[in-house]
């Protein structure tokens, strides 16, 4: 009777070792594949934040630096989308900041939620998903221009990031529409903007 009992004690105490090894084996391999999955997630997660755009007519200059987009709420309606292409994105900012250039392109439907997806929306006018885009342009302190007419094309569009490629004719505010003397600026450009802000 005794070696019975050393028999059965030894095959419980295998018994209790393999499920052991069985365990941490198991364990660690949802470690790794965890670990795994979390950096493909941050890999494509990953936005871009950059944009450039080319100004000609009453002035000739080149623009790059970086983008991001502002989205503006009523519960999970979407008023207002303001896309900004600066010289210096709002985190990497401090306190002596001075911009050098600002491009913002609002699209809005006067305070009514707006739904946008990919496809070209006029500049100016409302287009035929009832979207109302504008642009602003400042350089600096001394002149801001305001559009005329033109057109965004956003290429892709998600809750994170959009893309697009944008074409619009300015005016300078300071001179008025009726100037003989109109300071007029053609603007055309791209970005691929991250989405920043609390309602992001």
Same mark, same amino acid.
């Given at each position: 009777?005794?070696?019975?009992?050393?028999?059965?004690?030894?095959?419980?105490?295998?018994?209790? @070792?393999? =499920?052991? *090894?069985? +365990?941490?084996?198991?364990?660690?391999?949802?470690?790794? $594949?965890?670990? %795994?999955?979390?950096?493909?997630?941050?890999?494509?997660?990953?936005?871009t934040s950059n944009g450039s755009f080319t100004v000609?007519?009453?002035?000739?200059?080149?623009?790059?630096?970086?983008?991001?987009?502002?989205?503006?709420?009523?519960?999970?309606?979407?008023?207002?989308?303001?896309?900004?292409?600066?010289?210096?994105?709002?985190?990497?900012?401090?306190?002596?900041?001075?911009?050098? @250039?600002? =491009?913002? *392109?609002? +699209?809005?439907?006067?305070?009514?939620?707006?739904?946008? $997806?990919?496809? %070209?929306?006029?500049?100016?006018?409302?287009?035929?998903?009832?979207?109302?885009?504008?642009?602003?342009?400042?350089?600096?302190?001394?002149?801001?221009?305001?559009?005329?007419?033109?057109?965004?094309?956003?290429?892709?569009?998600s809750d994170d990031q959009i893309e697009a490629s944008?074409?619009?004719?300015?005016?300078?505010?300071?001179?008025?529409?009726?100037?003989?003397?109109?300071?007029?600026?053609?603007?055309?450009?791209?970005?691929?903007?991250e989405c920043y802000g609390f309602n992001c």
């Amino acid at each position: 009777m005794p070696e019975l009992d050393i028999v059965k004690f030894s095959f419980n105490t295998i018994t209790m @070792y393999k =499920l052991g *090894l069985a +365990a941490i084996v198991v364990s660690f391999t949802l470690f790794i $594949s965890c670990s %795994s999955n979390s950096t493909n997630s941050d890999e494509t997660e990953e936005v871009t934040s950059n944009g450039s755009f080319t100004v000609s007519g009453d002035m000739e200059e080149n623009f790059e630096g970086a983008s991001y987009f502002t989205v503006l709420k009523n519960n999970s309606d979407i008023l207002q989308i303001q896309i900004h292409l600066v010289d210096t994105h709002p985190l990497d900012r401090d306190d002596t900041y001075d911009p050098q @250039y600002s =491009l913002v *392109l609002t +699209a809005d439907l006067e305070g009514e939620p707006i739904s946008m $997806s990919t496809g %070209s929306y006029e500049i100016g006018t409302l287009s035929d998903d009832d979207i109302l885009f504008s642009g602003v342009f400042t350089i600096h302190t001394s002149s801001s221009y305001q559009h005329q007419n033109g057109s965004v094309t956003i290429t892709s569009y998600s809750d994170d990031q959009i893309e697009a490629s944008f074409e619009l004719t300015s005016i300078d505010f300071a001179q008025g529409a009726s100037s003989e003397e109109d300071k007029v600026i053609s603007i055309s450009g791209d970005f691929s903007a991250e989405c920043y802000g609390f309602n992001c």
